[in-house]
DNA sequence: CGCAGCCTTGATCGTTCTCAACTAAGGTGG
DNA sequence: CCACCTTAGTTGAGAACGATCAAGGCTGCG
């Protein structure tokens, strides 16, 4: 429960009693998901909570003649499918992106969690504000900026999220595919492929493996127009080469 | 507050005790904006929630060099921020839309109020878990679908929604403009008002003094692609003109 | 009456899409 | 161990959707 914990406690400190309640409780059960398995389906009804130990999950809608948008993806440490606590039915799929280790709660034993700890409520309060706060964040990625900018802009943000989550890596584990990225950001893989051989070229990042390394933070923090305030990290998860430069906060934050 | 009873009521029947501890609640101010009013302005702290009694708002981040992106809108009913239960800055602007009347709740009080009774705080994760879901919608939205979608897509999903907050007219009380419509869908101003002007000569939606009306539902259904389950509204909300094609329920939903 | 703001329409431009062919990498079976 | 197959990525050429630039019209308001 170690990545749940830390990810939790980035927002305020769970007292350790409240803690041995949650992680003592026994209606979790770890399951595993192969790579490419679908976890949740739309039209199901939604009534187990997921939280992600290991590997990456990604959200998506199909709409008609097979077009797919992403919505989000799930790293370790994410909570998700929190919409369960109102036992809708979901309205979306969600699928392992790869092999993916995942504690499992039902939505009521959650729910007699949560009251039971007030801290832990709190928690997952801000867990769910800050999931909008990357939703509209990603509202704003497709709607008003470039292909280029989009595809670094997300990258800053998965590198972002996944060191938060305690990755001490350089390089982000992204086994994604075009299609994925494409997906995500609302463009065709063709284009994503184009424009990440131009930020390639540039030397603002490179690849291997499936590893993408970000060669220079700075200018891709630049051109992406980053600025990782959504994200609701405190600073001391951030690394010290991650500096944001405070680009949309002057005149950018003006009223129109 | 009939308003938002009915609203919270969707989700589940508050038991009129419940009720009574919230409406006579003494931290309850109802505040009125100005159109064009700034009612949260991004880097300020977030130290209140918001209910709409009455009129609009829109939440918009502004990215270099001018460009806006309007996340969502705020109608009847809507309760917003509930970021601020994280006591998180603001990333984003609210701004009304039309002259606005609203109950305004610092958070701690709102806190309180909610730990007095699992149904409000139910009800609440409801209106959050909801948010949530026509905010992927929104990215479903300007992803992955052409301009003459998104335009019919958003008009179809503002009429359920002012419907379902008691809205008895057939018409879209829509005084937007083409600019904020475009900054809502990823367009320009130029696009948008070229493309209603085909919808108008299409049959599909015909306008007067900034009233939106929408001519043929089921034609504007079928090309916008629209399947308000991702709006959670309960059935008995919707009018019998609102019957939703499985449009995307079908051969759409399948795993790629 | 005149200004300001918004909408509309036309002409042209450009980013991104589509279609298509080719390459590279990995897996499988003979 | 190599031939074959599948899947993903790359690159080119041309098309299209939406952007940009620009001019003119309508409406409301001081």
């Keep these: 429960m170690d990545s749940l914990r830390r990810r939790l406690q980035t927002f305020s400190a769970i007292p350790e009693e409240a803690w041995e309640k949650f992680s003592t409780f026994s209606g979790v059960e770890v399951r595993e998901f192969e790579k490419g398995e679908i976890i949740v389906r739309a039209g199901d009804p939604a009534e187990v909570i997921f939280i992600v130990h290991e590997g990456w999950a990604r959200r998506y809608r199909m709409i008609g003649d097979g077009r797919r948008q992403i919505t989000n993806f799930m790293l370790r440490g994410d909570v998700f499918d929190l919409q369960a606590l109102s036992s809708l039915k979901a309205d979306h799929f969600v699928q392992a992106a790869t092999p993916l280790t995942a504690s499992v709660f039902s939505s009521r034993d959650f729910l007699t969690l ?143």
């Design 114 to 256: 949560i009251r039971r700890s007030g801290d832990i409520a709190a928690s997952f309060w801000w867990a769910a504000v800050q999931e909008e706060s990357i939703l509209r964040e990603q509202i704003v990625r497709i709607g008003r900026r470039t292909a280029e900018e989009r595809i670094a802009h997300l990258l800053l943000e998965l590198r972002r999220r996944l060191r938060a989550a305690g990755s001490e890596e350089e390089s982000i584990d992204l086994r994604l595919t075009r299609t994925d990225l494409a997906d995500t950001l609302g463009l065709t893989p063709v284009h994503v492929s184009r424009t990440m051989s131009r930020l390639r070229k540039e030397g603002l990042i490179s690849e291997e493996k499936g590893y993408i390394h970000i060669e220079n933070l700075n200018t891709l923090q630049k051109l992406a127009g980053f600025d990782a305030n959504y994200l609701h990290l405190p600073m001391a998860l951030s690394g010290k080469d991650d500096q944001v430069p405070a680009l949309e906060n002057g005149a950018d934050n003006a009223a129109p």
